[in-house]
């Protein structure tokens, strides 16, 4: 475990844990406030995300902006960050061991970060961080509390866009986010 950001973000410039490596354009890190109350984890970066280095810069990040806008959460304070740090192939679900591959560079991330409040984006940011026996189409807008940290489970954006029924509820589950922050006096 690194105790900076910069001795992380340099740890990774050269991964090659997993077969994601050789097809990548960029590593897709993470991006927002490192000090953030929030923290966002998604799956993986789409295309977008990889040309540009940034995640969820793409369509499903564009829906997710949508929200924060109409919720009037900062993007600039919160934290966001995947899974996994390479895209990969066809945008398909990353592998158990590509994600056992950077799950500690994600979970470094958190340390560093610290946040009070985790949403998990979809079933492979939930099951990878609070364990394969969760479901998300049960699990969904409630809140687990574990080891400290408030967990809250939603759609990933791009659902969204597969299913134009999910938006309300991605909704509320935000307004919900809303509502803690609010009550924990958090920066959102």
Not at 15 to 36: D, E, M, P, Q, Y
Not at 64 to 90: E, W
Request: glycine share 8%; with cysteine; hydrophobic share 40%.
């Amino acid at each position: 475990m690194f105790n900076n950001w910069e001795e992380l973000e340099e740890s990774i410039k050269n991964c090659s844990k997993c077969k994601l490596n050789s097809g990548r354009t960029n590593i897709v890190f993470g991006v927002g406030n490192k000090n953030a109350d929030v923290m966002f984890i998604g799956e993986g970066p789409g295309a977008d995300e990889d040309k540009e280095g940034i995640p969820f810069v793409g369509k499903a990040g564009q829906l997710m902006d949508k929200a924060f806008i109409g919720l009037k959460i900062n993007r600039q304070n919160v934290y966001i960050a995947n899974i996994v740090k390479c895209r990969p192939p066809q945008n398909r679900v990353p592998e158990k061991d590509e994600a056992l591959a950077c799950l500690d560079y994600l979970r470094n991330q958190v340390l560093l970060v610290n946040p009070k409040v985790i949403v998990l984006l979809g079933s492979t940011a939930l099951k990878n961080i609070l364990g394969e026996e969760h479901s998300i189409t049960k699990e969904r807008g409630i809140i687990i509390n574990k080891k400290g940290i408030i967990y809250l489970p939603t759609w990933h954006p791009a659902a969204l866009l597969r299913d134009e029924n999910k938006k309300i509820e991605f909704w509320r589950d935000l307004k919900e986010l809303k509502r803690v922050a609010e009550d924990l006096k958090l920066s959102i």
